[in-house]
């Protein structure tokens, strides 16, 4: 147990780390060797598929994108060694857009060892802050001794994010103009669903105007909701359910010891509850709750409220007065009826006048009276007070964690006082969230990420545009992986929005019928009444378990064997 | 990256645990084989020291304590292998008191192993449910089996802990009927400063009454203050702070790569700021609070939200409007000026009618009323709303980082008006807590740990009773610890509680003068308006770092050398 001090990276160039130490967990990852597909140790050739369509609506998506559309993904093979190579030196942009997710750094990482190996003398330039740097020609070159401090480390700061679209005609000129003074062959964007369909639309633009600018993005969100056949995973998921699961199977375990609270744990994920999903397959929750099931069957707040109630009587049957209880950040919008009071309580606070006395309350729909009159007296007052700039309710605000436990209380006291429930029951919440998108990649999102970034540069070499970084067969060893491209048009569909047809990469929910809700649903009810914690423990980057991906994955890739 | 499914481990034997599958770092932890200090290894003897004292008023604790006052400690030393070692079989109970830490299960594992390879043939019997097990005989015999799957695995959930105490006459004789019945030679109690002393007042009354059984206590919490010179640390301590610090370091990237928002990071500790002050160590925040400082420099909540708006101020001049602060969880009860608010409030709410129009405020001192006026609105209804069941206001469910936040928000804005700040602020609040107690113990925690329980095994072997188990020379190679036992009554002082002398063994602030403070003050300056953020990463069990162990208690060790 001799002490080791932190100590810095002799090497560590002029960057953001510079004045950073670096514990020995981070010193040991950044010396990691990655392995890359086979595909990618050697020559290869690009073999392109069949013409593609759209995910709906082909028709628009034409329209949308003349010179896209239909083009076939593209899959690299082994190639006749004796065949040359192109070793044309390149000139590429690389932009982090959006949330962070771990993995980033290790993308940029692939395409700049991609470009070392095969495409000596290139350039990778790092366009800083997201896609603002691309319109604003803020950038940085990137080099060996930049990239070497980040490698296989968590964060976007290399370069950092930004949240800036490219949309309006002149930001379109910005980029334009930004990708002719570089004299840029391509760039990658890394990013979500909206990035990825923002990288389609440059990729269009700059070949409507004969730009030699390629484009091709890359699958990122700790979120899991852009995915598609092609594109198994996006990078950070594996990571953050993981950091999110060793938090969770800790909560577990002193729930278990103590046996006096109910651990209500709100997990980021907005929009589609994948994160909950996988944390639930990993440490095996009490009760954990789904978005896309409370949406597809019309659930009332009351009813999830009902739901969690009922295990809690059942348990404290049985003198299990604790528990453990997943729900998604994004769970009150899934639910129909909240948004109706949303919208009502909009209305009555733009144009009426609150009394106290609360005769305004005459102005909601029966149904929204009804849930208002069940939401907790701080919740409604942090519902009627705080409000955005423009005057509207702030749903992003409530705590739902919180506000369940709440409404929990309530009704076991109502069921104490039928004689149906003589526990006790005591409410701890938890938030996980920024503490997940920043961590360490684990060794498949690091590996995952630079067979990603080294796929996209050899796209671009091939000439491709308009293709999404596609890396499959992840169920087999990582020389086996397939490396290729998707048509990001093929993921498209539109949403009309004031009267234009918007393209648009949906997002990808958690399928009642996929393979991880059915794991799921098959086991909750044991899950509930029985203690069938597990602990994942912190990530582990050599040894056992330091090489198993995420559930989800290793699941629904099994059902599509 | 194959993926290896959780699978159940095949000799789980049936405990809580049996329903379980266990994460693969689980099981491999559970099969991980624990080094032992060389004297533990082989023959040994006990070497007794000179006669002890007390901390304070050794003249009231040798009246407390007649019959252990003054005895010696001592020190295992390798004996000649030639001289016979006791192998008479012994009946021991062990007992788990207070809240959890990383840990205990391995004290246990380690008292086990010792009978098993020194007193063939002995029992030990673990109390469930904390001291009330011992009152209530309510125990369960620990066989290798029983004890197997709880091997370096966190919680406390192989007995299950409680926070009862053994205080009056009654409940005295309830712990020697336990003890005659069971035919108990001894008990180790794990816990904290105040089970500590309960344990020396068991030794006291069980030799008092001739009884054969003897007490042994064992360093347990988290919040690192039960240690002197003999015992450097508790156990518990070293895996929760590594457990904080690499949330904390996942945030500080987080902060980084988005560059908009202050996280406002509160940690558990509610007496000493001892996890806070490693955590800072172990991770370079831009601000730290450590309410010792606070409460020596007779601080006010107005000062401390000044110094936070100072150096928010000073970064935002060289635009940094991002960082990561640091906050004890018992931050609020150590400045004395909101002790003497609540006082009041507690006076007025008891036999005052508070009107709305807040005519009762002018029941408050000048001192109090300034400091209400001064609290955010939010923080002003609760005080006045929610109160416990003897109606007192209820100062630890404040969220002294939510407060921290409001506060630093109005004084910047404030110093906007006068032009004294330009910057953007927005702060995120957190709180790290339950997700330390129970996790995996680190090799540090896991070794510390079976090598107390082991020598706690020795020194009931040997006879001893009222000394606490002492592992030291901690930065050596495991092989060269020392072990060996500490006078309880050593570590004592009295208070006046009611009119009468009580023993406590007072606990270990965060001294001021003490290296690992004077290291941090030496460096915040510079980590406050430089970045020098360090990202300790998840815990591993093998590789680099894996065997680290703590800042503070190797710079206290160092400053002792």
Redesign the interface.
């Known amino acids: ?6 100590g810095t990276i002799p090497s560590a160039p002029v960057t ?1 780390r510079l ?11 950044v010396d990691h060797a990655l392995p890359l597909p086979s595909v990618l140790k050697h020559p290869f050739t690009i073999i392109d598929g069949p013409p593609s369509s759209a995910a709906g609506n082909p028709d628009e998506i034409a329209k949308l994108f003349p010179h896209l559309f239909g083009q076939p993904s593209a899959a690299l093979a082994p190639s006749d060694p004796r065949v040359a190579q192109t070793h044309h030196k390149l000139k590429i942009g690389v932009v982090l857009s959006g949330g ?1 997710a771990p993995g980033g750094h290790n993308v940029i990482s692939g395409i700049f060892d991609y470009l070392q190996e095969r495409a000596q003398g290139s350039t990778l330039y790092g366009f800083r802050g997201g896609p603002a740097g691309i319109m604003k020609c803020k950038y940085v070159e990137l080099t060996s001794e930049y990239i070497y401090p980040y490698r296989n ?5 290399m370069i ?2 930004g949240r800036d679209k490219i949309e309006t005609p002149e930001q379109f000129k910005q980029a334009e103009e930004t990708a002719k003074k570089l004299d840029l062959d391509g760039l990658v964007v890394i990013g979500g669903d909206d990035s990825n369909t923002n990288a389609c639309l440059l990729a269009e633009n700059f070949r409507s105007k004969n730009l030699k600018t390629r484009v091709i993005g890359c699958p990122k969100t700790i979120d899991g909701d852009l995915k598609c056949k092609e594109v198994p995973t996006s990078f950070g998921f594996d990571t953050a359910c993981k ?1 999110y699961s ?2 969770i ?6 729930a ?4 006096k609270y109910y ?1 209500f744990v709100r997990l980021m994920g907005r929009a589609a509850s994948h994160i909950t999903l996988e944390c639930a397959l ?1 440490t ?1 929750p009490n009760i954990t709750i789904i978005g896309e099931e409370v949406a597809a069957k019309k659930l009332t707040l009351k009813n999830v409220t009902d739901y969690i109630v009922d295990v809690v009587c059942k348990r404290a049957e049985i003198n299990y007065n604790y528990g453990v209880i997943l729900i998604p950040e994004g769970l009150i919008d899934f639910i129909p009826e909240v948004q109706h009071l949303i919208a009502e309580l909009n209305e009555i606070l733009a144009h009426d006048i609150v009394d106290e006395s609360g005769l305004w309350k005459k102005k909601l729909s029966d149904q929204s009276l009804k849930l208002f009159e069940f939401l907790p007296q701080a919740i409604q007052e942090q519902l009627m007070l705080e409000r955005d700039p423009h005057g509207n309710v702030q749903v992003a605000k409530i705590e739902t964690e919180k506000m369940l436990i709440q409404m929990v209380e309530t009704e076991l006291e109502k069921r104490r006082e039928e004689g149906k429930y003589k526990g006790d029951f005591r409410g ?1 919440s ?1 938030f996980f969230g ?7 990649p684990t ?2 999102d690091a ?1 995952y990420c630079y067979a990603l970034g080294y796929g996209a540069g050899a796209l671009l070499h091939s000439g491709k545009t308009g293709l999404i970084s596609s890396v499959a067969n ?5 020389e086996e992986w397939t490396v290729g491209g998707t048509a990001l048009t093929a993921l498209m569909d539109v949403e009309r929005r004031h009267g234009k047809f918007k393209p648009v990469i949906k997002k990808a929910m958690v399928e009642l019928e996929g393979a991880p809700f059915k794991m799921f649903a098959s086991l909750r009810d044991e899950w509930a009444l ?16 330091s ?3 995420n559930h989800t994955l ?1 699941l629904e890739l099994e059902s599509q064997a």
Do not use: W
């Open positions: 147990m001799a002490p080791v001090p932190n953001g004045s950073s130490v670096y514990s020995e967990v981070q010193k040991k990852r962070q480390q968590g964060g976007f700061d950092c994010s950091i060793e938090m199977g800790n909560v577990m375990i002193d278990r010891s103590t046996g651990h990993q095996h701890q938890h920024y503490e997940g998108r920043c961590g360490l060794n498949f590996t992840l169920c087999a060893p990582v029985k203690n069938c914690y597990v602990s994942p423990g912190p990530i582990q980057f050599s040894g056992p378990g090489d198993v991906t290793i």
